[in-house]
């Protein structure tokens, strides 16, 4: 064998050598891999957070086991209401016009009518009952002669079956005097169709002075809204009547 025959062996060989070992993978092939799930990644859109569902509304609750359930009274008419109760007190009073607080004080014509009455239970000094065209738009309780130790006026609601959703407003009006005051919003009460606010106020802590007032306070129907008059001068716990009434 010559010398070039020799080296053309050696070079095949080393050929077949080299072309049978295992061709392994490529170290750059991961990394790429890796590169590509990230941008995958980083492309899908960003989901948006679940919406919170809202809590639900708490509504006043109006308990039947008191002596005077307020459904069997509001929103009834006069002969139904007044079986109620015991005698007249006082002459009571009549007028033209009633009033709103919803959302701003708003006076129109109606057939009010105020009366007050000698609670034949014994479990108050006397019960005004507000009338709108015949039915009982309104009521209130004065004098709780249950009442005992420092004034709480969460006896009060009780007495007349109110649970009420959220704190009352509280100020002192007059010298001596503290109310509590539940507007719509926070009263959020409906007995039948018809929505209150309620008051309760005492005079230096003293039950026999107590009061407390469960008052229809809704917007107006649009037969209503076609009777609006004027405002005038009144006392704000009944009906104010416009000047002249």
């Given amino acids: ?39 995958a ?3 899908e859109p960003a989901r948006a957070p679940e919406p919170k569902a809202a809590a639900p509304t708490t509504f006043g609750k109006v308990r039947s086991d008191v002596s005077l359930p307020l459904p069997a009274l509001l929103g009834q008419p006069v ?7 015991g ?21 129109f014509r109606c057939s009010f009518a105020l009366q007050r009455y ?3 239970g014994d479990e108050w000094a006397g019960i005004r009952v507000e009338y709108e065209d015949g039915i009982a738009a309104s009521i209130g309780f004065d004098g709780y002669k249950k009442g005992a130790g420092p004034f709480d006026p969460k006896a009060l609601l009780a007495a007349v079956g109110l ?10 009006p ?26 309760i106020s005492v005079v230096g802590d003293d039950w026999a002075r107590s009061r407390i007032d469960v008052l229809l306070n809704e917007p107006l129907s649009p ?8 405002p005038g001068a009144g006392k704000p716990e009944i009906s104010e009547p416009p000047p002249g009434q």
């Fill in 41 to 43: 990644k980083a492309a």
């Fill in 174 to 199: 007059a010298a001596g005097v503290r109310r509590w005051a539940w507007f719509n919003d926070r009263a959020r009460l409906k007995i039948g169709e018809h929505q209150y606010r309620v008051e």
């Fill in 79 to 85: 002969a139904s209401v007044e079986a109620n109760f």
């Fill in 118 to 120: 000698a609670d034949k």
């Fill in 1 to 39: 064998m010559t010398s070039l025959q020799r080296v053309y062996t050696w070079v095949c060989g080393f050929a077949v050598i080299g072309c049978s070992q295992p061709t392994g993978p490529q170290k750059a092939a991961p990394e790429v891999k890796a590169e590509v799930r990230t941008e």
């Fill in 223 to 230: 037969e209503q809204k076609a009777k609006v008059v004027e």
């Fill in 87 to 107: 005698e007249h007190q006082g002459k009571g009073m009549a007028r033209s016009t009633c009033v709103r607080f919803a959302p701003e004080r708003t006076f």
């Fill in 163 to 172: 649970e009420l959703p959220d704190e009352p407003r509280t100020d002192a």
